[in-house]
């Protein structure tokens, strides 16, 4: 999937340590994508990270080709983000 980053997004995944690999695994395969109030949508999927722990990876994204990634995180705190099957639908 093509893709850019933002500047900040590109500063989040070095701060934040995020693989690029997990950044692009949910970019293609996404668990689920949540619409935003502010014209992005929410890419998101629980991955085990290199410590051997499960987060939910989040993306948020300006739709638009190629995609731009606004920025990127992981959280510890899966159930307050994770939706129901029947709310992520765009």
Not at 76 to 90: A, D
């Amino acid at each position: 999937m093509n893709y850019t980053l933002s500047n900040h997004a590109s500063k989040e995944l070095g701060n934040r340590q995020i693989p690029v690999e997990l950044l692009e695994t949910v970019l293609n395969e996404p668990q689920q994508i949540i619409p935003d109030e502010f014209d992005t949508v929410i890419f998101q999927s629980i991955l085990t990270f290199p410590n051997g722990k499960n987060y939910l990876l989040r993306i948020i994204v300006a739709e638009r080709e190629p995609l731009h990634i606004i920025t990127i995180y992981r959280t510890s705190k899966i159930t307050k983000y994770w939706r129901q099957l029947n709310e992520n639908k765009l």
